[in-house]
């Protein structure tokens, strides 16, 4: 059975030949404005209606709970579908009425980054197209019923998960999100948050060149970074910023690079200076400068999270290297902590 949620117009009209490109478009956006297909669908042949009918469904992932911060209106989804949990998590966005939805793209990631939660679960399965593109209408419906004249503005591939770690579903979720007919997301509202994988930066550039990327860089000294972010053994920061650079080239976007600091780890002098040199190079051979982002480490429920969070004093001494090198920084407030939906701490405790 086919997803229906989870096909572009393109993807359903070749799946079923015979209905042709324009019905199919009717089709989706009846799926995603949640029409019942029983009903007939304006200029949809009977034909091609029935054909949808047989081959295709529209699954449902079960809501397992809900949960809103108590300090601020980040709310948490826990969702299950095909016997795995994992979550979702709503966004206020600095203009009011407006969200963005962080969602999951793999159920637990295999990357290993030692300050996330997520990383410490080990992989256990890609989501499929459709469950990606599903969690943002379980954001839109919910908002619907709490603040019906409130919208999904963005998506962040930022919960669980290395979204170019499972990048055929990830690109097909972003063809939906985006599609007029389907959720019709602006793709500049979209960003796909890497722990650095090369070669698929450069497929993101390609494939979808209106939506921004995301890359956690960990530290911007080798020694440091490959401690804390075993995929570095991998893939050294040189080669995922000879992508960035090819990223930006092609799409003009300006990437956004995050840096969680963990105290005494990777908050020195030495490693703010190394970022910001970092930076300044990027920005020369890119032509557009990197957008950084300070994120404050939040504490996560394992055995062995032995980080803690960089105190005040030293995260404004850190942004200072780098300002007076030119080189500015923004702070992400990452809410929902009370809740465990801040950045690293999704680990789909079900
Ligand atoms: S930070 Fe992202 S890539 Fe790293 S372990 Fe967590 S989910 Fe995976």
Redesign the pocket.
């Known amino acids: 059975m086919l997803a229906l949620q989870g096909l572009t117009p393109a993807s359903l009209a070749h799946a079923l030949p015979g209905v042709t490109l324009a019905e199919a478009r009717k089709v989706v956006s009846a799926v995603h404005r949640d029409r019942d297909l029983a009903d007939p669908v304006r200029e949809v042949r009977r034909v091609s209606l029935d054909l949808v009918r047989r081959h295709g469904h529209t699954p449902a992932v079960e809501v397992v709970r809900r949960e809103g911060s108590a300090v601020d209106p980040f709310v948490k989804f826990l969702l299950r579908s095909g016997g795995d949990a994992y979550e979702t998590v709503r966004i206020p966005l600095e203009r009011a009425g407006r969200f963005s939805v962080c969602v999951s793209s793999q159920v637990g990631?295999a990357?290993?980054?030692t300050?996330?939660a997520?990383?410490r679960l080990g992989l256990l399965r890609n989501l499929e197209t459709w469950e990606i593109v599903e969690q943002v209408r379980v954001v839109r419906r919910d908002l619907a019923r709490e603040q019906p004249s409130s919208r999904v503005h963005g998506v962040v591939f930022?919960g669980?998960?290395?979204p170019l770690a499972n990048p055929d579903r990830v690109l097909e979720a972003i063809a939906i999100l985006t599609e007029p007919s389907a959720l019709a997301i602006d793709g500049r509202a979209i960003t796909v948050?890497?722990?650095g994988l090369p070669t698929p930066i450069r497929r993101l550039a390609d494939a979808a060149p209106n939506v921004r990327l995301g890359v956690?860089i960990g530290s911007a000294r080798p020694e440091v970074r490959a401690e804390i972010?075993p995929l570095d053994r991998r893939f050294p920061l040189d080669l995922v910023v000879d992508a960035c650079v090819y990223h930006a080239r092609k799409t003009r976007l300006r990437p956004m690079w995050a840096v969680t600091l963990l105290a005494g780890v990777n908050d020195t002098d030495a490693d703010a200076d190394a970022l910001a040199r970092l930076a300044l190079g990027f920005a020369e051979r890119a032509g557009v400068p990197p957008r950084i982002s300070v994120i404050p480490f939040n504490p996560i429920e394992a055995e062995g999270a032995s980080f803690e969070r960089t105190d005040g004093a030293r995260e404004a001494a850190f942004r200072d290297v780098l300002r007076r090198a030119g080189v500015p920084t923004h702070r992400r407030y990452s809410g929902g902590a009370d809740v465990l939906a801040a950045c690293?701490q999704l680990a789909g405790r079900g």
């Open positions: 990631c990357m290993g980054c300050f996330c997520t990383g930022q669980m998960g290395e948050c890497t722990s956690s972010m690293g």
